[in-house]
């Protein structure tokens, strides 16, 4: 007996209804029948498909507003795994993800991704071939976060500032020939955005801002839900928004006066360097190990070594100052300070949020929300999940494997339609 797809009209209808269920919007046969505007027997038919299925599953008896109480229904996150993954200069980070995002394992390696695209993914394949046997779970999409520049709509970096010899690397294409499973890529600082919007705390649905501060500074921003990307994945990338006309503040994108030249990691490493005789503590790690690295300082700065703290902390002010300006611009309801500043201690985090309070407009600032990120640094692997799914979960996409129940075997085929 052959297996046929289902119609465009049917596969959206269905989609519709899963996901209504999947984000929480209904949870019930009558709250889709509101909220579809579908008829009775039509939502019963769709959601008892999406039951044999396995994608949904019949809960327990909704709370009864008067009438005879619904069965609630729930979206069974636990059918399928992502595989998530975040590159970064100097570190990367794998996970595998049930349906709603929740990680349920991941695994970190110190990694210079200077030694290059093809050593970097072989060394990032390797930590999702651990985590499958360690899970034994198969991917049903991969979500790739990427510290640089990404065309969306291919996968391909372009011209990252801090991943040398990274520029036109297909991320896609790379895992594509090696599984049978749909490609998602993006830039990582959006995907840190996109967590905190769908799971970090205090979840309120407010248009977010995210603030990275590491080794470099980036931005992402998320409003209703969607991440915002610009016209070419450009968007965010305010570590080289110029800040200064200082000709000697040159920065490693090859322009002056960037925003990162000034407070991005490596940079106030530099100039922790040229004042070093300031600090007898930051000397002798200097000594110790013949180099310094942003952590050597943010720690020197957390145990109240002055110099460092004079760097650290002006580089939150300055920071700040730049995000007050976006905020007058955007006017997101939550900005979100995420990144290695945060490890510094409390004191980076307080300089950073009156800065952008004393700064921003009164309109602006007068219901906004600054806080710490909250997922306890998983943030990029989460996002890069979150990405995945809601990929796969697109009506597009979902209709061409929702017939069989899990888009396994059907990579090649989910990866044309979402391109084109």
Known sequence: MTSTSPSPQDAFVHARLI???RTGQAVTRPALEAESGLSRKVVAQRVQQAIDLGLLADGDLAPSGGGR????????AEAGHVFAGVIAPTESRVAVA????TLLATLHQDWDAAAGPDATMEMLDGLFTRLARKTRSEPWAFGIGVAGPVKFGTGRIVAPPILPGWDGHSVRSWLRERHDAPVWVDNDVNLMALAEWHRGEPRDGRDLLYILIDEGVGAGLVSRGAVYRGDSGAAGDI???????????VCRCGQTGCLEALSGGWSLVQRVVDRVAESPALQRTLARHGHLTAEDVGMAARAGDPLAREVVLGSARLVGTTVANLVNFVNP?????????????D????????????????LAGQDLTVRRASLGFQEGVTGAAML?????????????????????????????????
């Open 388 to 420: 995945a799914i809601e990929q796969l979960f697109a009506p597009k996409s979902l209709g061409q494997w929702l017939d069989n129940g899990s888009p396994l075997g059907r990579g090649a085929h989910l990866q044309q339609v979402a391109e084109g």
């Open 347 to 362: 004191d980076v985090f307080d300089t950073f949020a009156e800065t952008v309070g004393r700064r921003v407009s009164r």
């Open 19 to 21: 996901n209504l269920v």
């Open 239 to 249: 570590g080289h928004l110029q800040v200064t006309d200082d000709p000697t503040v």
């Open 69 to 76: 109480p619904s069965r609630s229904l729930r979206f069974r």
């Open 333 to 345: 309801g939550t900005v979100v300070l995420g990144g290695g500043a945060l490890r510094v201690g």
């Open 98 to 101: 049930t349906l709603d995002g």
